[in-house]
């Protein structure tokens, strides 16, 4: 096989995408990419490229911060030695209207047993009691909620986390 740039409008190839059940699974193992060929012709080419929009700013390298500046972040945040968010005062030295925010402190369940609140055939409550608890677990062991998804509840160490 020649190489192919597959972006180039006059030289480029398609890709044509297959997909086969192989074990009840999806496999893609015979997509390929056809023949090199112009998208359309020369003027419907132009057309294109003439619609298209630069990205200059949004990859412009004074967006960016240097890599020695990337560095030393992920050093301090995976040594613990530094805190992952901006300063109070640092924030309002950007923002003169900057208010920080305000903590508010989160009502922590009781751990309630099963008995209470399911039979046991009631799969779905039982799951429920036994995520309750197991947030209330990981909290008594000095973690706090930093995120919840709804898919991952994040967890941080709250003594490295609040200062």
């Known amino acids: 096989e020649e190489p192919v740039n597959v972006f180039d409008p006059w030289q480029g190839a398609d ?23 112009p998208i359309g012709s020369d003027e419907e080419i132009l057309e294109v490229v003439n619609r298209q929009y630069t990205l200059a700013e949004f990859v412009d390298p004074k967006n960016f911060k240097s890599y020695e500046e990337l560095s030393r972040k992920l050093a301090s945040v995976l040594d613990g030695s530094g805190s ?42 039982v799951l429920i009691i036994c995520l309750i608890n197991l947030i209330k677990l990981i909290e008594d062991s000095g973690y706090m909620l930093y995120a919840d998804t709804h898919i991952n509840s994040i967890f941080v160490r709250k003594n490295n986390w609040i200062r």
């Open 15 to 37: 890709f044509k995408l297959r997909m086969r059940k192989v074990d009840g699974y999806p496999n893609y193992d015979q997509s390929m990419f056809l023949e090199p060929a």
């Open 84 to 125: 992952t968010q901006p300063s109070a005062a640092s924030l309002a030295a950007d923002d003169d209207d900057y208010t920080p925010p305000v903590r508010q402190e989160v009502v922590k369940p009781a751990p309630v047993k099963i008995s209470q609140a399911a039979d046991e055939d009631d799969d779905d409550d």
